[in-house]
């Protein structure tokens, strides 16, 4: 079931939204609902993400010293990688 809804909104926001909306081939009414969709959804999909079995498996794997600092590492990598 659809229901109108009236919004009030900045012009200058209306117009960038239907050039927007005009630009990817979409409604505005489309791009509106599909955007309160993915903000409604994703507050609902953080609350349910769980770790899935592989990624449990893999956990503790490595054991690296306490002050390990992969940064340091990781960037002296890249400058031996691209000598």
Avoid: C, W
């Amino acid at each position: 079931m659809e229901t109108k809804l009236t919004l009030r909104l900045n012009d200058s926001v209306i117009e960038r939204a239907k050039i927007y909306a005009r630009s990817q081939k979409i409604s505005l009414s489309k791009m509106i609902e599909s955007y309160l969709d993915s903000l409604t959804r994703e507050n609902d999909s953080d609350k349910k993400i769980s770790i899935t079995p592989l990624v449990e498996s893999l956990s503790g794997v490595i054991n690296l010293p306490p002050d390990f600092d992969y940064k340091n590492e990781y960037a002296d990598y890249l400058t031996e990688k691209y000598k």
